[in-house]
């Protein structure tokens, strides 16, 4: 319920207002429904396949940092997201997907030999093609479900690929732009920041070896 903080985000840091998880997906999905609408309407400018195409790719991205933002948000400054995560990395996962329809079906046409001929001689299609595979299990086990069949450690140990998939997803859109422009390094130097702090925290959990006596 909106304006409810549940006592379990209480203990562990400051929980935002709750609200229902569908509206994460509501405005979450936003983006894609303007997207799509501003493309029928002649409104993406000369070249609208190619501006879909990379704006969904673009959107994918901003889900995934975000997702990779809730730890250290818990963490750090004591707000509690974590309710919300798994619908944020869902998005993520959902504009992998229209955007990678959209290369297949406006892109390509569904012609298979171009897309497979794309997949070998284009880099950045070869790692964009990897991330999407890397993100197919993580979004068919984000479910209670899973967890409990897979079992918690296989679940966890599961779901740390989604820093490869950041990786992959980060150099996919620099490779994209075919340059160095700014917009690609900000979200590539959010990413290391992310990525860095998780495996500094860990070296800092370990617990340091004990000295035998002489």
Not at 59 to 76: D, E, G, H, S, Y
Not at 90 to 103: G, N, Q, R
């Amino acid at each position: 319920m909106v304006g409810r903080v549940s006592v379990e985000g209480a203990k562990k840091g400051f929980a935002l207002p709750q609200v229902p998880k569908i509206l994460v997906y509501i405005v979450g999905f936003i983006p894609a429904v303007w997207l799509f609408y501003a493309g029928i309407t002649d409104q993406l400018g000369a070249d609208p396949m190619r501006y879909l195409e990379q704006a969904l790719g673009l959107w994918a991205l901003r889900f995934l940092i975000a997702t990779l933002t809730v730890t250290p948000l818990r963490q750090l400054f004591n707000v509690n997201l974590l309710r919300y995560r798994r619908a944020i990395g869902l998005l993520s996962f959902y504009y992998a997907a229209l955007h990678l329809t959209t290369y297949l079906v406006l892109d390509q046409g569904l012609d298979m030999a171009a897309i497979v001929a794309d997949i070998v001689k284009r880099p950045y299609i070869t790692i964009g093609m990897a991330t999407f595979v890397i993100l197919v299990p993580l979004a068919v086990t984000s479910n209670n479900a899973a967890i409990r069949r897979m079992g918690g450690q296989a679940w966890a140990r599961l779901h740390k690929l989604v820093y490869l998939a950041a990786i992959g997803a980060v150099l996919h859109f620099i490779l994209v732009v075919k340059s160095w422009p700014t917009e690609p390094l900000v979200y590539a130097a959010i990413v290391a920041v992310l990525l860095g702090y998780r495996v500094v925290r860990s070296q800092m959990k370990k617990p340091s070896p004990r000295r035998r006596p002489a």
